[in-house]
């Protein structure tokens, strides 16, 4: 069993930054693969970026290439997303997910899941 919970979130203008955190409790961490996703009112869940077990590998969506990373520090069971140059359109509850596999995580299928945090951008 993993428990997650995300901290972080906030209001900020155009342009600003913020930075997500993910705490987890639970065993064998640095086994998952890790995720942030988000969701917008009236949207589907998307998958923003994730984080193989080692951090030796990432991948982001287009729309947040060259202004979000996601880390990990395994010896204190974090995961991390740094958000710069954020735009409107970044407003949403974002989560925080892990599954010890890549392919469901990424279908938003992961085994376990935050509870959010909510992210507003104003212009």
């Known amino acids: 069993q993993v428990q997650l919970v995300e901290s972080g979130g906030g209001s900020v203008q155009a342009g600003g930054s913020l930075r997500l955190s993910c705490a987890a409790s639970g065993r064998a961490f640095s086994i998952y693969h890790m995720g942030w996703f988000r969701q917008a009112p009236g949207k589907e869940r998307e998958l923003v970026a994730d984080i193989n077990w080692s951090g030796a590998w990432t991948y982001y969506a287009d729309s947040v290439k060259g202004r979000f990373t996601i880390s990990r520090d395994n010896s204190k069971n974090t995961v991390s997303l740094q958000m710069n140059s954020l735009k409107p359109e970044d407003t949403a509850v974002y989560f925080c997910?892990?599954?010890?596999?890549?392919?469901?995580?990424?279908?938003?299928?992961?085994?376990?899941w935050g509870q959010g945090t909510q992210v507003t951008v104003s212009s």
């Open positions: 997910a892990a599954d010890k596999l890549t392919a469901r995580l990424r279908a938003a299928a992961g085994d376990y």
